[in-house]
């Protein structure tokens, strides 16, 4: 049997680390394209590149740069291809709107324009993204049906890439799905994001440091998953006989506020609150000590409130489903981030 070659881009990140840790269990040869940077960002891969008994192959490309990605699927000719690349941060989208559009969007599109030009037959996988939808209460559950409404500039650069790939695949025949992931976490969640922002500060307190963890908007309602988990969705998609959309989540909400209750219960703290809006705080219930405070500079200009996943296509289809829930997931990423601020 031919073995199966893998081209990744974002293989440097949080789901790319786990989506070559587990295409490699699977026996294929892993190609990773690696942006050209004047630092290292190969820290969550580098046990891989560095051991020779992987099949791992980095090259440098840019999803910014045609000739770098047609000249890398010319001469590897991969199987599947799993575009993550992105700017994934959505508060830094209203500062880089540009580039995230550079990147996101047209940076889906000149990848399977390559498949094209190249004429390279093999699977496409585009990362897209529960913030298609507008996050109002009366379209939760959101599945593959619901109206889509972005409301960042990063959620738009995703819609024009998942609709360019719908178009490819119905206008050249291409394999090409989309796999719409709800909020997905582990360990290796990058610093910018919220819930490794709130597990690195509990932990930082927990460690005697004099610390008020600051965030935004403590009522938005998100459906959290674990990474590690969802990459094994990504591929199921991949292996179906037809290409498609689907929905990847757990089907339960959490509030931010109950986030960081948990994050602070996993330490021996119990929060009690008090103040509404911007004016809330948090408080640990035995010492009365403010741990937790509002900031309106963590606010999004437009604010998305509820978004939780319906996974019963997928579900159906592949036999996917979620096995990490939101107190385990918690419980994940605060073992890890009460370890590292030891170790430092």
Known sequence: MKKKIALLTGGTGQDGSYLIEFLLSKKYEVHNIVRRSSVFTT????KIINNKKYDYYGHYGDL???SSLNRLIRTIKPTEIYNLGAQSHVAVSFKIPEYTSEVNAIGTLRILDALIETNTNCKFYQASTSELFSGFKSTVPQNEKTPMEPRSPYSISKLYAYWITKNYREAYGLFASNGILFNHESPRRGGTF???KIVREVANIYHGQNK?????????VRDWGYAKEYVEAMWLILQQKKPDDFVVATGKGTTVREFVELAFNYIGIEIKWSGKGINEKGYDKKSNKLLVQVDKKYFRPTEVEFLIGDYKKINKKTGWKPKTNIKKLVK?????????IVKI
């Open 43 to 46: 820290s969550r891969i580098d």
């Open 64 to 66: 910014f740069d045609s």
């Open 194 to 196: 919220v819930t490794k």
């Open 212 to 220: 008020i963890l600051k965030l935004g908007n403590l009522n938005s």
């Open 332 to 340: 994940i990423m605060m073992d890890y981030e009460v370890k590292q």
